[in-house]
């Protein structure tokens, strides 16, 4: 469902070119979990960008199921960002002074959904915050807002989701949590997920590993069957922070 | 997505940014609230003096004494004491088309007591005409006659002031009066005129004008026929020229004048647009001080605005990213701009109102009434200045933000 073929994406800095994409060819298909693996400035992000439409390449075609992006224009590609794809940013990016409610609401404003506080309540409780509706961002600690960022990616049912450096921003534990929900929205609901990060035990965790330095792809392989590291589930059901497994699994269709 | 739900958005967006909200808008209620207030207080320093001005009559040329150079040294205006009651008399006899009526007067300062009231007022002498042409209405009693004038009576109309501070609500009509140690009957008192500005009217006493020349002037008057002023009603407003025309050459007759006239004519609208030249720049100037505040207050929006810009950069990044269009971003930043400038518009022109209300009824110079006028073109003029101010830099900076590429705004620092 996505395909790149010889991207590039040059910046200009004063006379030089940086080219953060040199001549990227890459097939994801759709129900894969892929990750982007790279030292930083190795132009992972922005391999991440120009899928997730937010933002153009330079030269080569990238086409979201089969339908050429360049081609598309301001209304399409916001729609596209609406309907097909979410996002999960390392800074959660969320709106702030602004319920968590209302900030999952905000796509299905966008998308002119009628039931939306009914979704969005759900998509809250899927990532088990159904007890933090009311909170505004700054209320909340750094993985209950990257849970936030989740359902808001969850909440109009993208068919890809994207995540840059997910638990870049979070300590150990809460990573762990981030991640057991990828895995679940990756398994109950075939969801396609692209995840930049440059963690390797992150990356071990994903069912295909893109290597990429200096813009270039220098290695596509796969783990295998999808591989969880242990220790991750027991750190789950740790009893410090509150599981969300209970909540979430009830509300999964 | 429909202009609902992009006004639902904006109040949302609003709401959850009081502190910058409230700073945008107090910018536009300064401006405004300033602009409102100095004009309408301008406005009403016009308006006091123009209805001055008219309530004083409808139709008049006044006629002064005028400047005379004796020994190539010329005097001021009034100088010359060159009017006389015979003059008055001739205008009002020589059958003049253009001229209704003829009023002469003598004016002098006098001591009025009575009981144990005392108080420092103008004496004016007036003929029977005086009540017509310059518009006075007796309130009580009755005004002067023919028959007063001719007898040199000591009798007296009191303005509707001096009613008040002389007689403290006792009924003045048959009580005497002493002006300048001569006792006078009052035979009448004067309705209000209000107002105030030169001589307050109010504050008069009107005497016989032969009575004036004979007992109470000072000076070279006493004893003589000279006039202060002889006011002259046209017929219509169409015939004042013709009337001043008239009047000039009977005078000049009179005076044997060959070169220079020794009077001064000057119709009421003279006066008025004198008047309206002063107050003009006066209102100008409140105005241009208002205009500085507006430009503060612009400032001010403007600052706030662009301050905002980088939290709302990021904020446009994030609403792009996950799925709105720019014209999405466009409507709503329209609409927060629309409606802190119409909030701020509408608190800024009650404020203003708020605050010519106040000025006006501080008291100013006495018996000045100053009623500020609130116009439409000031509230106009403000609303929309402030308006324009905050849409073209509340949007201005969203509208580039919006055309940017969602991950360029989501990095803007």
Not at chain 2, 244 to 273: A, G
Request: contains cysteine.
């Amino acid at each position: 469902m996505i395909e790149l073929e010889n991207v590039y994406k040059i910046y200009r800095m004063g006379d030089s070119e940086v080219h953060a994409l040199d001549g990227v060819s890459l097939k994801i298909a759709a129900g894969e979990w892929v990750a982007i693996v790279g030292p930083s400035g190795s132009g992972k992000s922005t391999l991440m960008n120009v899928i997730g439409c937010l933002d153009q390449p330079t030269s080569g075609s990238y086409k979201l199921d089969g339908v050429e992006v360049a081609r598309m224009s301001d209304r399409e590609l916001a729609r596209v960002r609406n309907r097909k794809i979410g996002f999960v940013f390392q800074t959660f990016n969320l709106l702030p002074r602004t319920t968590a409610l209302a900030n999952v609401e905000l796509p299905l404003v966008y998308a002119g959904v009628r039931d939306r506080r009914q979704r969005a309540i759900a998509a809250l409780e899927r990532v088990g915050l159904g007890d933090r509706l009311h909170h505004r961002p700054n209320e909340l600690s750094g993985g209950q807002q990257q849970r936030v960022a989740i359902a808001r990616a969850l909440v109009t049912n993208p068919s890809i989701i994207l995540a840059d450096e997910p638990t870049g921003n979070l300590d150990s534990r809460a990573g762990a949590e981030i991640m057991e929900l990828f895995h679940r929205m990756h398994t109950e609901q075939g969801l396609t997920i692209v995840m930049v990060t440059h963690d390797p035990d992150i990356a071990a965790q994903c069912e295909r590993v893109v290597h990429i330095r200096d813009g270039k792809i220098l290695s596509d392989e796969r783990n295998g069957d999808r591989r969880r590291v242990p220790g991750i589930a027991e750190q789950l059901t740790a009893p410090a922070i509150p599981v969300p497994e209970p909540v979430a699994t009830g509300a999964v269709r | 997505m429909t202009i609902i739900e992009s006004i639902r958005i904006a109040l949302v967006s609003l709401s959850a940014n009081k502190l910058r909200s409230a700073l945008t808008m107090l910018g536009i209620i300064i401006g405004v609230a300033a602009v409102i207030a100095l004009m309408g207080v301008g406005r009403g320093a016009q308006q006091a003096i123009d209805s001055q001005i008219n309530s004083m009559g409808t139709n008049l040329i006044f006629i002064s004494p005028g400047a005379v150079s004796q020994g190539g040294v010329r005097s001021s205006q009034g100088s010359a004491q060159t009017l006389t009651y015979d003059d008055a008399v001739a205008l009002a006899t020589s059958g003049l088309s253009a001229v209704a009526a003829v009023a002469p007067e003598a004016r002098t300062f006098g001591q009025v007591v009575y009981m144990g009231n005392n108080i420092n007022t103008q004496i004016v002498g007036v003929t029977p005409e005086y009540e017509t042409v310059r518009n006075y209405r007796v309130q009580a009693g009755e005004f002067i006659n023919a028959g007063n004038v001719t007898a040199r009576s000591t009798v007296a109309v009191i303005g509707a002031n001096i009613m008040t501070t002389l007689f403290n609500g006792e009924d003045p009509i048959g009580q005497t009066i002493r002006i300048n140690n001569v006792g006078f009957k009052v035979i009448g008192v004067l309705e209000a005129k209000g107002g105030g500005g030169f001589g307050n009217q109010d504050d008069q006493i009107l005497v016989p004008l032969t009575t004036v020349n004979a007992r109470l002037q000072r000076g070279n008057f006493r004893g003589s026929n000279l006039v202060s002023q002889i006011s002259v009603q046209a017929t219509d407003a169409g015939q004042i020229n013709l009337a001043i025309q008239q009047v000039s050459e009977v005078l000049r007759e009179r005076h044997k004048i060959r070169f220079e006239d020794d009077f001064t004519v000057r119709s009421q609208q003279d006066l008025l647009s004198t008047a309206n030249q002063i107050t003009g720049v006066l209102t100008l100037f409140l105005g241009g001080v208002a205009g500085i505040s507006l430009l503060v207050g612009g400032i001010g929006i403007m600052n706030i605005m662009l301050v905002s810009v980088t939290e709302r950069t990021r904020e446009i990044g994030i609403r792009k990213a996950i799925g709105a269009t720019r014209n999405n971003i466009l409507a709503q930043f329209l609409t927060e701009a629309t409606v802190l400038s119409i909030f701020g518009g509408l608190i800024g022109i009650a404020t203003g109102a708020v605050i010519a209300r106040v000025i006006s009824s501080a008291p100013i110079g006495g018996t000045l009434v100053l009623n500020s006028v609130v116009g439409m073109d000031s509230i106009l003029l403000a609303t929309l200045f402030a308006t324009a101010v905050g849409l073209f830099f509340g949007i201005y900076p969203a509208y580039r933000a919006a055309s940017l590429n969602p991950i360029d705004a989501l990095r803007y620092e």
